[in-house]
């Protein structure tokens, strides 16, 4: 169990620097690291979060596809190609809107079936699973603000790993949270809008 924990927290972390950078090969590093984390938290009787990384693979692959096609419609826009350029979409109301709504009642939801499948925290479970995979839309669609959401999910998702002593994923999920702050900040300094 330790070393999928400490092979999750080392593909984990680069993928977040490949994520913060806009590298497309993040996709293929985030099948790697969803399996793994499926095997620890599925183990764990974490089933949200095992939800979770299944969900996380299945966009790695929708991520890669559109990523590539975004880089292809930046590439044409510029005149002069920056490696360093971050591509970016701009959020809408509805989207925050509709993201709001899932968010708020998938919680719910998730958390009642986790009760009853006696998760051992249902709640804080369900809450890191839906905000993460509202976040990890934003991030295939390219939206700055997807980095609020991950500072929020990953930092609930410390405190889920911790209380389970699963340390290795704490140590992950606190460094998620700081590379998050981070990533919003290299977006927002090198981002182009498309």
């Known amino acids: 169990m330790d070393f999928m924990q400490i092979f999750t927290l080392i593909t984990g972390v680069i993928y977040i620097v490949l994520e913060i950078r806009q590298k497309n090969f993040m ?12 095997w620890v938290f599925f183990r764990q009787g974490l089933y949200a979060s095992f939800g979770l990384n299944t969900y996380y693979l299945v966009t790695s692959f929708i ?6 096609k975004a ?27 509709v993201s709001l709504a899932v968010a708020v009642a998938g919680i719910f939801a998730l958390a009642e079936l986790m009760e ?3 998760n051992p925290m249902s709640y804080l479970d ?7 995979a509202v976040a990890t839309w934003w991030l295939v669609r390219s939206y700055i603000e997807q980095w609020w959401l991950w500072i929020v999910a990953d930092t609930l998702s410390t405190i889920l790993c911790a209380t389970q002593g699963m340390w290795w994923m704490a140590a992950l999920y606190a460094a998620y949270t700081l590379s998050a702050v981070y990533g919003y900040v290299h977006w927002k300094r090198k981002g182009l809008y498309i």
């Open 27 to 38: 996709w293929v590093v985030g099948i790697a690291t969803s399996v793994a984390a499926m």
């Open 63 to 68: 991520g890669l596809w559109q990523w590539r």
């Open 71 to 97: 880089k292809a419609g930046m590439a044409e826009a510029m005149e002069t190609e920056d490696a360093d350029a971050v591509h970016l979409h701009r959020l809408s109301w509805r989207t925050v809107l």
């Open 116 to 118: 009853l499948l006696e």
């Open 126 to 132: 369900a809450a890191v699973a839906v905000l993460s």
